[in-house]
């Protein structure tokens, strides 16, 4: 499975959610698709996505909250997964993008491509719904079913470690953290 299928296979359904991503290759992809105001690119800031969807997720528990994440960011980041699993919001989905590689800096192997299970580890971490998949069927099935759940879930996507040609985005860095603070005030306004 290719992370942009992936993507791309569930984007209509980020119309409706907070999204959060890492930075490289899994922005560059997202943006590709079409950049919305509810989407958050976290650059240079790895291995803090999920960290940043916790605090979302926490403090706006009414909105479903999207983290589109990756192997080497949350490898970085291991005890983020005990405090998702410590305050466990019911509307935080946490989607780990596997290539086993760190493909935005050169495509040096993870831990992942020895053998580190990320989705036993995040289930060891108290996360109470993880699974793996591997193809797009399987991905797409577990997004859904993770959203009707209303549970903490982190979605391993073992995914081919091939990515867009240029990691550039053509949307500012500084004017996508105010859109997105725009963003959620207008629909704080609309509650």
Do not use: W
Not at 59 to 83: F, H, K, Y
């Amino acid at each position: 499975m290719r992370r942009l299928e992936a993507i791309q296979a569930v984007y209509p359904k980020l119309e409706r959610s907070i999204v959060v991503t890492i930075m490289g290759a899994v922005a560059a992809e997202l943006q590709s698709l079409g950049h919305r105001p509810n989407f958050f690119y976290l650059q240079h800031a790895m291995g803090l996505a999920s960290s940043l969807g916790l605090g979302l997720a926490l403090c706006r528990p009414e909105l479903q909250v999207v983290v589109l994440d990756g192997d080497g960011s949350i490898l970085m980041n291991l005890g983020g997964l005990t405090t998702l699993a410590r305050y466990r919001p019911k509307n935080l989905l946490h989607v780990v993008f596997d290539n086993e590689s760190l493909l935005s800096v050169g495509g040096f192997p993870t831990a992942t491509a020895t053998g580190s299970d990320l989705a036993g580890i995040a289930a060891a971490a108290g996360v109470p719904r993880s699974t793996t998949v591997r193809a797009l069927a399987e991905f797409t099935d577990a997004f859904d079913a993770a959203l009707a759940a209303h549970d903490l879930t982190t979605i391993v996507a073992k995914v081919e470690a091939t990515g867009p040609a240029g990691f550039v985005t053509d949307l500012g860095l500084l004017e996508n953290r105010f859109q997105f603070q725009r963003h959620l005030r207008e629909l704080q306004r609309k509650e």
